[in-house]
């Protein structure tokens, strides 16, 4: 906390030396902190300058403003410094006068980032030094951590602030350009005075992409190539003044000669340097007639093939095209800054980031960065996926049955969450956690018969290791694998949320290829098997597909009360009622909804007469049951599915074994 300064007026004599018009701020002792009227901070913490306020020594007035950490002054040890974090900064003033020069002295040079406000900044080793004429000098950390300052050395005139005359151009007859849209109308050759500010979009060796807004807020990119002599942070604002002639390489629109660059004016925040997000329209940036070379873009769910030793790959992405038909667009990716790249998996989707550049009218990214897709959740796949769109799924999954129908290899997984984290709205500020439902999806193995024994013998599946196509998402969503899922290692499955749906309560809401229990009389009408309800066997009656194991069995026992362990398909899309948004969970407010379910059962859990059902229904009972729909009273060989029914059967709870 800042203390009354007249306390130490005595003090201030001591350490802070006033000679001629020279003020110093010492932050390297107690005793300069304390005749600043900051309170010394204890071992491990520091004083915020900005809550204590400012504080005038000399005529000369200190503030501070904060940055990604609190500008403060930092007891390390016994050791004081003053710490700017990134986008922090301070601000010397004068109430009369003028500011005339400041020598900043590092306590540490490996952060020594700062640029100011006004004037000429520059750094050498431990010291850096401003030289001009104002009122007020703003000194901004844009380097990353911190910046350690051990003490602010401030010369001050009598004077007002002067004002420098325009720069005069270098020659007077140079061509003036006020715009980076009008650089390609100039011949090559030509040189310029550029007569504008423009900022800093991306910087590497002696290539600097810089930006400019007009007054409509449309943004225009340019290239300069060489030696500008400066390195700049990322929406470093460049003075107007710099020269440079026009040229064109390869198709490349560029600057080059570059002279008289300055010190930054200022910093923009992130969202002025941020990449144009182009996810689904690859095709149109790689268009070389829609201007996009020299701007940075990302692509988010693409993938990456063909890299050579050299650095050339090709990006692509699935995407409509005008005519909403579907399409797969390409663009050349040239690793021109040296990245790192990840271990391409020709299955995988990648965020990239980069410069759009042209050679030889092919239109190519210089990728910043490129990262495998984090993936997305279960929930948000079905709810908000397209079909035919690549998807690799975050969650853990958990195995609930594999059905093999020779040209149909499906194993049925569920996410079995009890809430899930509602993000939908998160670019407004609105994301919660909602109560929710366990979703399931079949992974389709398609004719992969390797795959599909292996995911049978595995009981969880790792997070993103679930990869492949989505398809029939509004009906019975499957993905179609394009890899065999791994194996969660040492996780144990846990008591699957598995539903029971009695026909005779009349009221079943399961999703399509969820896998569950469903509770009904067996039933023949025009020759055809039915579950049905008891009181209704005409409207209350679901579709029946028989596991060719149970077909026998359940032929021979019409009018019987069953319990099955089943897998439950929709026929059609169904829609609110309210709406023409296509939805999947069923209403029993829809009429005939029952007539869109059909039951795939895999195992027969309980079957009784129906005057004996009710002591069917109090009685525990346990069955285990192969993959393949086999049931029995003990283990099996290979993965098996326990089926435990509680006395009350309100519901069966699932896990799966290995013998």
Not at 72 to 79: D, F, L, P, Y
Not at 183 to 197: K, R, V, W, Y
Not at 285 to 309: H, P
Not at 366 to 395: C, F, H, M, R, V
């Amino acid at each position: 906390m800042k203390r009354f300064f007249s306390i130490f007026l005595m003090a201030f004599s001591a350490f802070f030396v006033l000679q001629a018009a020279v003020v110093t701020f010492d932050f390297s002792t107690a005793e300069g902190i304390t005749a600043m009227g900051y309170e010394v901070p204890a071992q491990g913490s520091g004083t915020n300058l900005a809550p204590a306020g400012a504080v005038t020594v000399g005529g000369v007035t200190l503030s501070a403003t904060d940055g990604a950490t609190p500008t403060r002054i930092w007891n390390s040890q016994g050791s004081f410094t003053l710490r700017i974090y990134v986008d922090g900064s301070v601000t010397l003033s004068v109430a009369e006068g003028s500011i005339t020069g400041i020598t900043v002295n590092a306590a540490n040079t490996s952060n020594f980032d700062l640029i100011a406000s006004v004037g000429d900044y520059s750094a050498s080793g431990a010291v850096g030094t401003w030289t001009g004429s104002a009122a007020s000098v703003t000194l901004t950390h844009v380097g990353t951590k911190n910046a350690q300052v051990a003490s602010l050395v401030v010369t001050t005139s009598g004077e007002g602030p002067v004002t420098p005359d325009p720069e005069d151009p270098i020659d007077p007859d140079i061509e003036k350009l006020d715009s980076i849209h009008h650089l390609a109308a100039l011949p090559d050759g030509t040189e310029f005075q550029f007569t504008s500010d423009v900022y800093v979009n991306y910087q590497w060796e002696n290539y600097l992409w810089v930006m400019q807004l007009n007054e409509e807020g449309d943004a225009f990119a340019g290239l300069i190539y060489g030696n500008t002599g400066k390195e700049y942070a990322l929406g470093a604002v460049i003075p107007a003044g710099w020269t440079g002639k026009k040229a064109t390489y390869k198709g490349l629109v560029e600057v080059t000669n570059p002279a008289h660059f300055k010190n930054a004016k200022n910093i923009l925040d992130e969202d002025y340097y941020s990449p144009f997000d182009c996810t689904g329209g690859l095709a149109y940036i790689a268009d070389s007639e829609e201007e996009w070379v020299n701007y940075k873009v990302f692509f988010d769910g693409v993938r990456l093939s063909d890299i050579d030793e050299r650095g050339n790959f090709t990006i692509t992405s699935r995407e409509t095209d005008e005519e909403g038909n579907p399409i797969e667009a390409t663009m050349a990716g040239y690793n021109k800054f040296g990245i790192d790249y990840p271990e391409v998996d020709p299955t995988e989707v990648y965020s990239i980031e980069g410069m759009v550049n042209i050679y030889n009218d092919i239109i190519q990214l210089y990728p910043i960065s490129i990262t495998a897709d984090a993936g997305a959740p279960l929930w948000k796949a079905l709810y908000e996926g397209e079909d035919g769109t690549q998807y690799k799924l975050n969650d853990t999954l958990y195995v609930a049955a594999a059905v093999d129908a020779g040209n149909s290899k499906l194993v049925f997984v569920t996410d079995n969450v009890s809430e899930i984290y509602y993000d939908t709205y998160a670019d407004w500020g609105y994301a919660e956690w909602m109560a929710w439902y366990p979703d399931w999806i079949a992974l389709d193995c398609t004719d992969n018969e390797e795959a599909f024994n292996a995911m049978a013998d595995m009981q969880v599946l790792a997070p993103g290791t679930v990869k492949g196509e989505l398809a029939d998402r509004l009906t019975n969503p499957r993905l179609v694998l394009n890899s065999t899922p791994v194996a969660a290692e040492d996780a144990e499955l846990p008591t699957l949320n598995l539903f029971r749906y009695d026909l005779s309560s009349d009221y079943l809401t399961a999703l399509g290829n969820e896998v569950g229990r469903a509770d009904g009389y067996f039933f023949y009408r025009d020759g055809k098997p039915y579950l049905c309800s008891e009181q209704d066997t005409v409207t209350v009656k679901i579709d029946f597909d028989y596991a060719p194991a149970l077909e026998a069995e359940m032929a021979a026992k019409e009018g019987f009360s069953y319990g099955l362990l089943c897998v439950f398909t929709l026929d059609e899309v169904w829609e609110e009622n309210y709406g023409q948004t296509p939805m999947r969970r069923i209403h029993a407010t829809d009429e005939d909804y029952f007539t869109n379910y059909t039951i795939h059962p895999l195992a027969i859990i309980s079957c009784a007469s129906v005057d004996e059902n009710v002591v069917d229904k109090q009685v525990v009972d346990v069955k285990y049951i192969s993959t393949n729909g086999v049931m029995s009273e003990t283990p099996q060989d290979g993965v098996n599915i326990v089926v435990t029914t509680h006395s009350d059967g309100s519901r069966t709870t699932v896990k799966r074994l290995n013998k």
